[in-house]
């Protein structure tokens, strides 16, 4: 393995240890601060130079529309009167399908 910031052969003990990718904490600084820049600098060019949006105006405020005054209904309930009641033997005709 090789070092990303100068190109020079590793240690075998640093490929042991994971610490493989620089030969220096020197090294990995200037390389972490030559990537900050870079990728910062790609940023910049990135972002295109558009000019300003003109401001919004605000929203109109509408009034709430008018009350309407209405009477609530009242429901009458409705009688209602059962002539026969149901049989268990009703209800299984029905699950078996030949009820009438």
Same mark, same amino acid.
């Given at each position: 393995?090789?070092?990303?910031?100068?190109?020079?052969?590793?240690?075998?003990?640093?490929?042991?240890?994971?610490?493989?990718?620089?030969?220096?904490?020197?090294?990995?600084?200037?390389?972490?601060?030559?990537?900050?820049?870079?990728? /910062?600098?790609?940023?910049?060019?990135?972002?295109? =130079?558009?000019?300003?949006?003109? &401001? *919004? $105006?605000?929203?109109?405020? /509408?009034?709430?529309?008018?009350?309407?005054?209405? =009477?609530?209904?009242?429901?009458? &309930? *409705? $009688?209602?009167?059962?002539?026969a009641t149901l049989s268990a033997d009703w209800f299984s005709a029905c699950l078996r399908g030949d009820h009438a």
């Open positions: 393995m090789v070092c990303l910031q100068c190109g020079k052969e590793m240690p075998f003990y640093k490929k042991l240890t994971g610490q493989g990718e620089f030969c220096s904490a020197d090294h990995r600084r200037r390389y972490q601060e030559d990537f900050d820049r870079r990728a /910062l600098e790609r940023l910049r060019l990135a972002r295109p =130079k558009a000019p300003p949006a003109p &401001p *919004v $105006p605000a929203p109109e405020v /509408l009034s709430p529309p008018p009350a309407i005054s209405r =009477k609530p209904q009242v429901f009458e &309930p *409705v $009688p209602v009167s059962f002539s």
